[in-house]
């Protein structure tokens, strides 16, 4: 499909160099791109995530951005937001665009440019945890968007927000439909986010704050350090689609 294919085309460019060249510092935060890392809920309601960067100076054609959630004894039914969880796919969204909550203050990094995205939610049952990945391209010739390049603006990269309405503390009840497991502490952490220059390098962001909790105000995890970062290529990212 043409989708993979202009991925594909990025898996190869990113392939032929690397470069430490410095650039932004990534951070996911609650509520806004500067929000608290901790957060608490009895479900019922959304909670919102944000990835941002601030300190961008070099032109982008794309990027990636990958977080993996995880709670004690592995993912609950409450944030089991895969096609086959009991929230299911259509109570999870994925924005890369900046909602008008957040616009003024931190822009899309995409700017004004069409752009073309993967976007998925997946649970792994050996481990227990789930992955959200975005990867987001902008399909005009390698231009990228130059006008995401001023040092002082922190750019909007995506949006989680997570539909708890129906998730409840305690089991998950298939007759009432509600889906349990809310309360137990869980995490997200920001393990891979990156982009491609004009040239097609790929750069690994360096990484802010890059994790948070839910229902750990004990921080009983010791989050991130039960989520080791990962070192995710494009080419890594794209494959579960081909």
């Given amino acids: 499909m043409k989708l993979n294919r202009i991925f594909a085309s990025l898996v190869i460019l990113a392939a032929t160099a690397s470069t430490s060249l410095a650039a932004g510092v990534v951070s996911i935060s609650w509520n806004n791109c500067t929000g608290p890392n ?3 809920t009895p479900g019922g309601a959304p909670l919102n995530a944000f990835v ?3 300190g961008q100076t070099q032109t982008a054609q794309s990027y990636q951005c990958v977080t993996v959630g995880q709670q004690p004894g592995g993912v609950r039914d409450a944030w089991r937001f895969d096609p086959n969880g009991c929230e299911g796919s259509s109570f999870f969204t994925l924005n890369h665009l900046a909602p008008a909550s957040v616009v003024k203050t931190c822009p899309s990094f995409q700017g004004t440019l069409a752009s073309l995205q993967i976007k998925d939610y ?6 227990g945890k789930v992955k959200i990945v975005l990867a987001n391209a902008y399909p005009n010739g390698g231009a990228g968007n130059p006008a995401a390049t001023n040092a002082s603006v922190r750019y909007f990269l995506a949006n989680y927000v997570f539909d708890l309405t129906f998730a409840t ?3 998950s009840d298939a007759n009432a439909g509600t889906c349990g497991g809310v309360e137990v502490p869980a995490c997200f952490g920001l393990v891979s986010a990156s982009w491609l220059d004009t040239a097609g390098n790929e750069i690994s962001w360096t990484h802010g704050n890059d994790f948070l909790t839910v229902n750990d105000p004990n921080h009983v995890q010791s989050c991130p350090a039960t989520v080791p970062a990962q070192s995710t290529t494009w080419g890594k990212v794209k494959g579960q689609y081909r």
Wanted: glycine letters at 6%; zero cysteines; proline letters at 13%.
């Fill in 38 to 40: 901790a957060a608490s």
């Fill in 52 to 54: 941002s960067v601030l």
């Fill in 122 to 127: 997946s649970y792994d049952a050996v481990s």
């Fill in 169 to 171: 503390p305690g089991p």
